[in-house]
């Protein structure tokens, strides 16, 4: 956090009853203070939801259904043919 710029930090319309929310970069979920539901970060890059097997405990339910058997992984980093 020592080293965040203003940028990462936005703010956002609650879809439910239209409250803003102040997010920070790393923060998938906040909830609404005004009507206390959860609300994902818009901001938030997700792209790793697809693969990771660890997604359903850092973002909560992930978009799409996305981590299910037989989701796309990220490219290999070991080399080889």
Known sequence: MRYWK?????TAACPH???EIE???????RQCSA??????NPKLDQ???EW?????ECLGATPGGANKKG??????SEGGA
Do not use: Q
Not at 35 to 40: G, L, Q, S, Y
Not at 52 to 56: I, Q, T, V
């Open 71 to 76: 989701a796309k992984k990220p490219p290999s």
């Open 6 to 10: 203003p940028e990462d930090i936005c």
């Open 23 to 29: 997010f920070w970069k790393d923060e998938p979920l």
């Open 47 to 49: 792209g790793c939801a």
């Open 35 to 40: 009507c206390h539901k959860e609300v994902r």
């Open 17 to 19: 009853c239209g409250a």
């Open 52 to 56: 990771c097997k660890h997604a359903p």
